[in-house]
C-alpha cells in the first residue's frame, strides 16, 4: 500500500526536488502551496522528470479553515512534511511582523491536523541559521542555538521548540527537525532547478545568473574575515542530496526507529568551503570564467559555519552523494536551460 504524504511548499525549490525523490521512492505525494514563492509550471517539471502529475492544492496555511478542508478531503494520511515559509534572511529583517505571522500560523494550523486526522509522521524544515555564529566548529545536533541573527532564524528556532512541545503532548505524533545548510545545485536532468521568482541574493544563483549574462559581476562579500582565505564558510548541500535526506527521515519514523518523540538532523556536506573556494569551483567544473569582484561585509553574515554529519549517517543511514563541484556543475546546466541558452 502507498505511503501518502503531504508536502506544504511543495512547489517551492527543496519541496519539489523532494518531490521527486519521494515519487522514486515509492510515495504517493500530495502538495499545498499558494505559489507565493514559486511558479505553477514547476509540476509540469516534476511530471516530466518522474512521470508523475502531483496534485496541489492552492491553499494559504495560514487559512485554517482552507487547510483543514485539504486535510478533510484527503484521508489515510501517512505523513507531513511541512516546508512553506518565508525564507529570505534579508527581508524578514525588513518585515518581522509578516515572518512571525506567517511561519508561525502555517506551521500551527498544520500542526492541529496532524493532531485532528491523526497524522503521526512530521518532517520540519529548519535551518543551520538556528546555530547562530556558532563557538565550535564543525557543528553537531548539541551545539547550542546562539542568538538568532534573523527574524527568520528566530522563527524556525520557536518552530522547532513548537513541535517539540507538541510532540510530548501527542504521544503517537513524532517529528523530525532537519537543519539545512546551504541549499544549492539542481536536478541533473537540468529539467527543474532553483527558481527564484524574487531578486536571488543566495551566492549560486548569484554566480550562475552572472556567468549567464544576466548579472555583471558577482562581489565576494568581504575578503578580510578570520578564515584560511579570508571569505566566509558554509557548507554547500546538493538539494537532491539534501531531498533525499526527507525521504530517508520520513521512512524512519515510519519505521518507527525513532528514540525520541522529536529528533534533531543537520542535513550538510560535512565540509567548509569558502565563497572564494565556490567561485573557483564554479569555474573549474564548467569551464567559465566568472567576473567577481571583492566587496564590503554584508550586514548579518555568519563568518563561518559547517556541520558534522555522523548523526544523520548512523540513524538515518543517508549520506550525501554530491560535492561542490556537482552543485555548480548542475546549477550552470539548469541555468542555461532557464535562461533559455539551451
Ligand atoms: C552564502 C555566502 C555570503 C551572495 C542561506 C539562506 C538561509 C539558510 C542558510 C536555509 C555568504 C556570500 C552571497 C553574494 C557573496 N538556509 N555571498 N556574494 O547567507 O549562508 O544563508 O543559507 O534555511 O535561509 O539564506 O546564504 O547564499 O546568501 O550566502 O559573497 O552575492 O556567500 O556573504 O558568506 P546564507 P547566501
Not at 486535510?71 to 518585515?95: C, M, Q, R, W, Y
Not at 512530521?122 to 535551518?127: A, G, V
Not at 528514540?259 to 565540509?271: K, L, R, T
Not at 554530491?322 to 541555468?335: K, P, Q, V
Amino acid at each position: 500500500m502507498q505511503k501518502k504524504v503531504v508536502v506544504t511548499g511543495g512547489t517551492g525549490y527543496i519541496g519539489s526536488h523532494t518531490l521527486i525523490d519521494l515519487i522514486d521512492n515509492g510515495f504517493h505525494v500530495i502538495s499545498i502551496d499558494n505559489y507565493m514563492n514559486s511558479e505553477p509550471d514547476v509540476l509540469d517539471r516534476v511530471a516530466a522528470v518522474t512521470g508523475v502529475r502531483v496534485e496541489n492544492h492552492i491553499v494559504d496555511l495560514v487559512d485554517a479553515a482552507a487547510t483543514r478542508k485539504v486535510f478533510e478531503t484527503n484521508p489515510d494520511i501517512d505523513g507531513i512534511i511541512h516546508f512553506a515559509a518565508l525564507k529570505s534572511v534579508g527581508e524578514s529583517v525588513e518585515k518581522p511582523w509578516e515572518y512571525f505571522h506567517n511561519n508561525m500560523n502555517s506551521l500551527l494550523n498544520v500542526l492541529k491536523c496532524a493532531a485532528d486526522f491523526n497524522i503521526s509522521n512530521f518532517i520540519f524544515s529548519s535551518s543551520c541559521s538556528v546555530y547562530g555564529n556558532a563557538d565550535e566548529l564543525p557543528v553537531t545536533e548539541n551545539t547550542p542555538m546562539q542568538e538568532a541573527e534573523s527574524p527568520y532564524a528566530r522563527t524556525k528556532q520557536i518552530g522547532e521548540y513548537i513541535i517539540t512541545d507538541f510532540a510530548k503532548a501527542h504521544p503517537d505524533f513524532k517529528a523530525i527537525l532537519l537543519r539545512y545548510f546551504n541549499p544549492a545545485g539542481a536536478h541533473e536532468s537540468a529539467k527543474i532547478g532553483e527558481s527564484p521568482t524574487y531578486n536571488a541574493s543566495n551566492l549560486v544563483p548569484v554566480i550562475t545568473e552572472t556567468a549567464i549574462g544576466k548579472r555583471e559581476k558577482v562581489t565576494v562579500f568581504g575578503s578580510d574575515y578570520d578564515t584560511r582565505d579570508g571569505s566566509c564558510i558554509r557548507d554547500y548541500i546538493h538539494v537532491m542530496d539534501l531531498a533525499n535526506a526527507h525521504t530517508k527521515a520520513l521512512e524512519y519514523l515510519m519505521n518507527n526507529k525513532n528514540e525520541d518523540s522529536c529528533e534533531v538532523f543537520n542535513v550538510a556536506i560535512g565540509a567548509g568551503v569558502s565563497v572564494l573556494e565556490a567561485v573557483e569551483a564554479f569555474e573549474r567544473s564548467t569551464n567559465q570564467k566568472l567576473n567577481y569582484t571583492i566587496g564590503d561585509r554584508r550586514e548579518g553574515d555568519v563568518i563561518a559555519i559547517y556541520a558534522n554529519l555522523d548523526k544523520a549517517a548512523a540513524r538515518l543511514g543517508w549520506q550525501p552523494k554530491r560535492n561542490i563541484d556537482d552543485i555548480m556543475r548542475t546549477a550552470w546546466e539548469w541555468e542555461k536551460v532557464r535562461s533559455g541558452k539551451v
